[in-house]
């Protein structure tokens, strides 16, 4: 079955860096890749919708600055969260639809999430 | 408010037992209704796809119904499994999008 990878699955950093969070699709490509935030007993919200080889679009109320999405190839996408805050802590989940398929929300896998912890 | 509601926030109930958790969304049109499971600290596993001319969808122990016209679905688990613990989440998609349910996080007991 498709499988999606994130990297690191847990991160704890200082308020001001910048981290990190790549997103793969192993045995399949994706031409949209999504990421998502998720806070504590609460449901996943959209940030952005990433397709490959053009700029992503975000949600409303999700600063595009702030969350740096990259995907340069159909197996990768990544989000930069610059200058954390401990606001920014959170569950970051991405998900990757199949190239081919006739909807993007046909098929949608899901990776293991990145928990992200800033102090 | 939220376009898709789901009920109970929260259930506990002994291994062994059947369970039915509801959702109800008011995302119209939409293309298809899943159920996902989510361990905690993992990300959600698609149980069953469903598309609105559909009304049942079974995965081993998981059945999900859809009743199009009054925009509910249920997922009824048979002979609960301490695995079973998680939270399970009803998704609507509208167009490109997903739209989530806030999820049942079902307890199961020994």
């Known amino acids: 079955g498709a499988v999606v990878s994130q990297h690191p699955s847990r991160v704890i950093c200082k308020s001001g860096t910048s981290v990190k969070i790549e997103c793969r699709s192993l045995?399949?490509?994706?031409?949209?890749m999504f990421w998502y935030r998720q806070f504590p007993k609460q449901s996943l919200m959209l940030m952005a919708t990433?397709?490959?080889?053009?700029?992503?679009?975000?949600e409303q109320g999700v600063e595009k600055d702030k969350f740096l999405i990259n995907h340069a190839s159909l197996t990768l996408s990544t989000l930069t969260v610059t200058s954390a805050h401990p606001e920014d802590s959170s569950f970051y989940i991405c998900?990757?639809?199949?190239?081919?398929?006739?909807?993007?929300?046909?098929?949608?896998?899901f990776g293991p999430g990145t928990r992200l912890t800033v102090l | 408010k939220n376009q898709v509601e789901q009920s109970p926030q929260s259930l506990i109930i002994l291994e062994g037992k059947n369970c039915t958790l509801q959702?109800?969304?008011?995302?119209?049109?939409?293309?298809?209704l899943r159920w996902y499971k989510q361990d905690t600290g993992r990300g959600p596993v698609s149980l069953t796809i469903?598309?609105?001319?559909?009304n049942t969808k079974s995965n081993g122990r998981y059945t999900a119904t859809l009743d199009a016209d009054t925009k509910q679905s249920s997922l009824h688990i048979t002979a609960s499994q301490l695995s079973d613990s998680a939270s399970y989440i009803c998704?609507?998609?509208?167009?490109?999008?997903?739209?989530f349910g806030t999820g049942t996080r079902l307890q199961v007991f020994p």
């Open positions: 959702c109800n969304y008011t995302v119209s049109p939409f293309s298809n």
């Open positions: 469903m598309t609105f001319s559909e």
């Open positions: 990433s397709n490959e080889g053009s700029k992503a679009t975000y």
């Open positions: 998900s990757a639809s199949e190239l081919g398929k006739a909807r993007v929300t046909d098929t949608q896998y």
């Open positions: 998704v609507v998609s509208e167009g490109d999008k997903l739209i």
């Open positions: 045995d399949f490509q994706a031409t949209t």
